[in-house]
Structures are given as C-alpha cells and as structure tokens.
C-alpha cells in the first residue's frame, strides 16, 4: 500500500508563514501535488512537482525532494481565508493518485 | 455546463437499495475518477478511466461499479448499498493521468 502522512492540525496568525511537511512512501513515483480544501467543498490545485527543487507560485510554494521522500508546502503572508485542509498527493507508478489524509490550517487573527 | 458537474448534491438511500452518482465534465479531459473521502482517512480511489471505454479498480472498489461510454461522463453504481458507504463522493478529470485533476462539487450520501 502508498503511505502518506502529514500533521492532522496547525494553526498560524494572520499575516505569519505556515510549513506543511509530507513525506511519503510509494510504490513508483511521478509526481506531487498540493492541493487546497476548504470545509464542504471539492479540492482545487495549488502546486505539482515533479523535480527536486522549488515550485513557487504566488504566496504559495513547494518543495521536493525524491531522495528523502519528503515535500513541504509554504503559505506566506496568511490571511483568513487561507484556513482550509491542506492534501498532500502522490502520483504513484501506475499513475494513480494517492492522498494523504489531509492538514487542517487554522489562520486565527 | 463549466467544468466538472456531479449530481444528486445529496442523497439518503436505504440500505440494499441500488443508486448511481452521476458525473458529467465538458473538458474534453481523457481521465476520469470517482473517490470517496471519509473523515481521517482523505481522498480514497474508488474506480478509474483513463480514457472512454476503458476502466480500472482503485484502491477501494468493492460494492462499486463504472462505466465509461464517452468522453464526457463517468457514472458510478452502487449495486446494493451499505450503510458503510455513506460518504462524501467526488469525481474528478484530468487530460491525461499524470495531469493535475479537477474535481467535481461532491455528492454527500447517506446510506441507513
């Protein structure tokens, strides 16, 4: 089976920087994606990476690393309505997509 | 239509009765999934179609079946359904399956 885990819950102050680690442990790897869930409602894309290195887009940025089977999500400059389930995704060999159960962000002002 | 639709918004079914969650995207997007997501357990792959007429079983299959007769639609059955199925349901599309996907609004199911 995939094994994906990052923290349940953070919670960061408005305007501050928050990091939401993942690490993972796949059969195959082709790929990671971020993506962003607000409370009832569907998952909507931030970031993929695919190389080591940085994505940055926005206030939003990620980073890879294959060798350690790790990626963080950074949020700069936090703002309410940045408080969401933050999912971590891993395409695996077969090309399928396998979520890690997801990181509540609370922004509290 | 814009995008990814799924119907009903919600549902509450009795048990053993049969339903089918609908999906519909005008994206021209080759892939198309159905996942479930539970509380503390994220999104789980239920079944998959890379392209129309082909499908394949995700992560957890079992009580579920699809089809794929074209392009635009996925629709998902629950033959005979239990209350351990009751779940939020979503579909998503992508143009191929190393793309990022798009999902759809959700159907909440509630099965007694």
């Known amino acids: 089976g995939q094994n994906i885990d990052q923290p349940t819950e953070m919670t960061a102050t408005e305007g501050a920087i928050v990091q939401i680690n993942c690490t993972y442990q796949t059969s195959g790897f082709n790929g990671l994606f971020w993506y962003q869930q607000h409370a009832g409602e569907a998952p909507t894309f931030l970031s993929y990476?695919?190389?080591?290195g940085l994505e940055e887009k926005g206030r939003c940025s990620s980073v890879l690393s294959r060798s350690t089977g790790y990626s963080y999500l950074l949020l700069k400059e936090l703002q309410m309505k940045d408080s969401a389930s933050y999912l971590c995704?891993?395409?695996?060999?077969?090309?399928?997509?396998?979520f890690g159960a997801g990181t509540t962000v609370t922004v509290r002002a | 239509i814009a995008g990814i639709t799924q119907a009903p918004t919600s549902q509450i079914l009795a048990a053993g009765r049969r339903m089918t969650l609908r999906c519909t995207q005008d994206?021209?997007?080759?892939?198309m999934y159905w996942y479930r997501q539970d509380l503390g357990l994220g999104l789980r792959l239920i079944h998959y179609?890379?392209?129309?007429?082909?499908?394949g079983k995700g992560e957890v299959p079992d009580g579920y079946s699809v089809s794929r007769a074209n392009t635009d639609d996925f629709p998902l059955t629950l033959a005979s359904a239990v209350p351990s199925q009751t779940s939020v349901y979503f579909c998503?599309?992508?143009?191929?399956?190393?793309?990022?996907?798009?999902f759809g609004p959700g159907t909440r199911l509630t099965v007694l």
């Open positions: 994206m021209r997007h080759n892939a």
């Open positions: 998503a599309s992508s143009p191929d399956n190393y793309n990022e996907q798009f």
């Open positions: 179609s890379n392209t129309a007429g082909t499908t």
């Open positions: 995704a891993v395409i695996t060999g077969d090309y399928k997509l396998s």
């Open positions: 990476n695919v190389l080591d």
